[in-house]
């Protein structure tokens, strides 16, 4: 089993940035393929990122693509998002998720930290 904890989230203007991290704790963290989701309010959980586990491979959802970057540190078990030109429609709140398939299906990950908000004003 792995342990998954976000941080990092926060309220940020239009045009910003914001760095979440994830922590992990219990198996090999470098076992898994990691991941972030998003969920709006009064909307389903979309897929946002993921790295491979070696991190040499990653995916990112079109609507981020070009201003997120997921990335890891194996030696430290973190799950990295780098969130620039931060826009309104990005408030959810953000969770990483771990799993054995790289995969943009949430219902493909079986650990999930329990979230953490970001607010992006306009």
């Known amino acids: 089993q792995v342990q998954l904890v976000e941080s990092g989230g926060g309220l940020v203007q239009a045009g910003g940035s914001l760095r979440l991290s994830c922590t992990a704790s219990g198996r090999a963290f470098n076992n898994y393929n990691m991941a972030w989701f998003r969920q709006a309010p009064g909307k389903e959980r979309e897929f946002v990122a993921v790295?491979?586990?070696?991190?040499?491979?990653?995916l990112h959802a079109a609507a981020v693509k070009g201003r997120f970057t997921i990335s890891r540190d194996n030696v430290n078990n973190i799950l990295i998002l780098q969130m620039n030109i931060l826009k309104p429609e990005d408030t959810a709140v953000y969770y990483c998720?771990?799993?054995?398939?790289?995969?943009?299906?949430?219902?493909?990950?079986?650990?999930w930290g329990p979230g953490t908000q970001v607010t992006v004003s306009s």
């Open positions: 998720a771990a799993g054995t398939s790289f995969v943009v299906s949430d219902s493909r990950y079986n650990y």
């Open positions: 790295s491979s586990r070696s991190g040499t491979t990653t």
